[in-house]
């Protein structure tokens, strides 16, 4: 049987009750503008019955706080921070398509189409003078300021490679310390849980955490208890699946400088991203997303144009390595490192040097090694790793190859004529050197002629005379202007390229840079405004509502009021029971 004062018990069970109802809706209150704050809930039961001996058999005995609740939806994080990764995917991408578009269209606009067509212009001014050494001079003037353009743009997309490598590294150090912090808060969740709390506050900051990390990489958490009712969870988080975190323990990223290049025209030092114990980090897949992986796709993409094909034949000491049946058939298009790696079967050796053969109209590449190769006939092998976007590799490449056609087809129309002191012409365009002599075309090839080395002969600019225009020795004193004439027609020669003129050429790389630039930027903005719709069913879940703890707030005043009204009650019928009738 009840104790006589068992309303009062009843009565203050509801006090306690509603006054932690009262605190948990002032908290969510002043929380109310806190970024990644999770509405609280009290949880409530009524407290066990107990057995009377009355007919009536049991009677309640009040209501109990069972705990304190966060009203979150695990669904609703696993869609947002899906989402939150392809968003962080392009917004780098349409930052930095953005600066290359800039680039682009200043040269386009200012650079390329004026010192091309004055160029030209001037070799059609020579074609009525040929023996004029002012407009020669006008001439290898225009001709510089074309070669030196392109040099603007390749040291251009150069400084905007060294920007997204730089960048690489920052976001590496960023997810190193957001799983130091992730694992530290983690530690002190599990420490104030296991005497029976919930730590809703400290598990807000890790979901904070742990949302900034998915824009970054592709993120995978998972938690479980552990044991029974202990208190203690193991909460596991993989970046990209490969563990960063696990409970309080956690891993970090470095980054190593390459000891080659991938690309010819790549910046020295570019990082590869390692665990500390050395082991590689690796992207899932190629259809990865997030932040980092976009900054590598822009660093690295060639847009899969790699060199790839058979090991025809393996010398006696396994250290050269002849390729045939390859995936580039043209100098013009090769942009494989003078030294670097090469993967055959699967293994990566580090070549000292490659020669370029023309065997029969196809190209077959000799690569000479330090040490012994696992190469035998047969073997397939590929310099690169092939990425399947247009990064700086690719529009550096489709540069080189812009220069390099261009160039060959002038110089061997040059090449043909006599200059006006009826001396064979020479390469009117070259490559210079990290020495700063001009290359030997005829020994180095078009291969080492790049855009970013493009340049006008030295001695041609210095002796403008040595401009071959005649198709002839001049021995009679009359003019020829055969050859002038041929080079004149190269700025029409609709062959030069699949995509017809070196102008032509120059705008459909343009028009290519404005596409890619356009679909990230409209692929950032749509996937911006999904990730705000997805965040905002998100808040409908967990943010809070001024006008619902506004009703929450007099709800449980009012409860707590009638609790208080309960007390009160009994108190009177106590002091009529005890002092009224003397019981």
């Keep these: 049987m009840p104790s006589t004062f068992f309303g009062l018990s009843i009565g203050t069970s509801g006090l306690y009750t509603y006054q932690a109802g009262i605190t948990t809706t002032a908290h969510n209150i002043s929380n109310i503008e806190t970024k990644g704050y999770t509405r609280q809930v009290l949880n409530q039961q009524a407290s066990d019955a107990i057995r009377v001996n009355g007919s009536y058999g049991m009677v309640g005995t009040g209501v109990t706080a069972t705990g304190i609740s966060q009203a979150r939806d695990a669904y609703y994080d696993l869609k947002y921070r899906n989402n939150n990764t392809v968003s962080g995917e392009y917004q780098a991408k349409t930052y930095y398509m953005t600066e290359i578009q800039n680039y682009f269209n200043e040269i386009s606009l200012q650079g390329f189409t004026t010192s091309y067509n004055s160029f030209f212009d001037n070799l059609q001014e020579l074609s009525k003078n040929p023996s004029s050494n002012t407009i020669r001079t006008q001439i290898v003037d225009y001709a510089k300021n074309l070669t030196e353009y392109f040099n603007g743009m390749a040291n251009s997309l150069t400084?905007?490679?060294?920007?997204?490598?730089?960048?690489?590294?920052?976001?590496?150090?960023?997810?190193?310390?957001?799983?130091?912090?992730?694992?530290?808060?983690?530690?002190?969740?599990?420490?104030?849980?296991?005497?029976?709390?919930s730590a809703n506050d400290l598990r807000d900051q890790r979901n904070l955490l742990v949302d900034d990390l998915s824009g970054i990489v592709n993120v995978s958490v998972s938690e479980n208890v552990v044991g029974q009712n202990v208190g203690v969870t193991s909460y596991t988080i993989k970046i990209e699946g490969q563990t960063l975190v696990d409970g309080g323990d956690y891993n970090t990223l470095k980054?190593?400088?390459?000891?080659?290049?991938?690309?010819?025209?790549?910046?020295?030092?570019?990082?590869?991203?390692?665990?500390?114990?050395?082991?590689?980090?690796?992207?899932?897949?190629?259809a990865s997303k997030g932040y980092l992986n976009s900054l590598l796709q822009v660093r690295d993409g060639n847009n899969q144009e790699i060199l790839s094909g058979s090991v025809k034949s393996v010398s006696a000491d396994k250290k050269t390595v002849t390729l045939s049946n390859t995936s580039i058939d043209a100098v013009e298009k090769l942009n494989i490192p003078s030294e670097g790696y090469i993967t055959i079967d699967n293994q990566l050796h580090k070549y000292k040097s490659v020669e370029v053969n023309n065997v029969s109209g196809k190209l077959e590449y000799t690569f000479h090694f330090e040490d012994e190769t696992n190469a035998v006939a047969g073997s397939s092998a590929a310099v690169g790793k092939s990425i399947d976007y247009k990064g700086i590799p690719y529009y550096m490449g489709q540069l080189n190859e812009l220069v390099r056609t261009f160039s060959e087809n002038f110089n061997s129309v040059h090449k043909k004529g006599y200059d006006l002191n009826n001396n064979k012409g020479k390469d009117f365009f070259t490559g210079v050197m990290p020495s700063g002599s001009d290359y030997d075309l005829g020994t180095a090839g078009y291969y080492s002629m790049t855009a970013a080395n493009f340049s006008v002969s030295?001695?041609?600019?210095?002796?403008?005379?040595?401009?071959?225009?005649?198709?002839?020795?001049?021995?009679?004193?009359?003019?020829?202007?055969?050859?002038?004439?041929?080079?004149?027609?190269?700025?029409?020669?609709?062959?030069?390229?699949?995509?017809?003129?070196?102008?032509?050429?120059?705008?459909?790389?343009?028009?290519?840079?404005?596409?890619?630039?356009?679909?990230?930027?409209?692929?950032?903005?749509?996937?911006?405004?999904?990730?705000?719709?997805?965040?905002?069913?998100?808040?409908?879940?967990?943010?809070?509502?001024?006008?619902?703890?506004?009703?929450?707030?007099?709800?449980?005043?009012?409860?707590?009021?009638?609790?208080?009204?309960?007390?009160?009650?009994?108190?009177?019928?106590?002091?009529?029971?005890?002092?009224?009738?003397?019981?």
Excluded: H
Aim: hydrophobic share 35%; proline share 2%; charged share 20%.
């Design 159 to 197: 400084s905007i490679q060294q920007e997204c490598n730089f960048e690489v590294k920052n976001q590496v150090d960023r997810i190193n310390s957001l799983g130091q912090q992730i694992s530290q808060v983690t530690k002190q969740i599990n420490a104030l849980e296991s005497t029976g709390g």
């Design 458 to 583: 030295q001695e041609i600019f210095k002796s403008p005379s040595m401009i071959a225009t005649s198709g002839k020795i001049i021995t009679d004193g009359v003019e020829d202007k055969t050859i002038v004439n041929e080079l004149i027609a190269l700025r029409n020669k609709t062959s030069m390229f699949k995509q017809g003129t070196p102008a032509s050429f120059f705008q459909t790389l343009i028009a290519e840079v404005g596409i890619d630039t356009k679909k990230a930027a409209s692929n950032d903005k749509n996937q911006s405004d999904i990730l705000k719709v997805i965040s905002n069913q998100r808040l409908s879940v967990s943010g809070v509502d001024a006008d619902e703890e506004a009703m929450n707030l007099q709800m449980y005043q009012n409860a707590w009021n009638l609790s208080a009204k309960v007390i009160s009650v009994m108190n009177e019928i106590y002091d009529k029971l005890i002092n009224g009738t003397a019981v």
């Design 255 to 286: 980054v190593v400088p390459r000891d080659a290049k991938v690309n010819q025209n790549d910046a020295d030092g570019l990082y590869d991203i390692q665990w500390d114990n050395g082991n590689d980090f690796a992207f899932q897949n190629s």
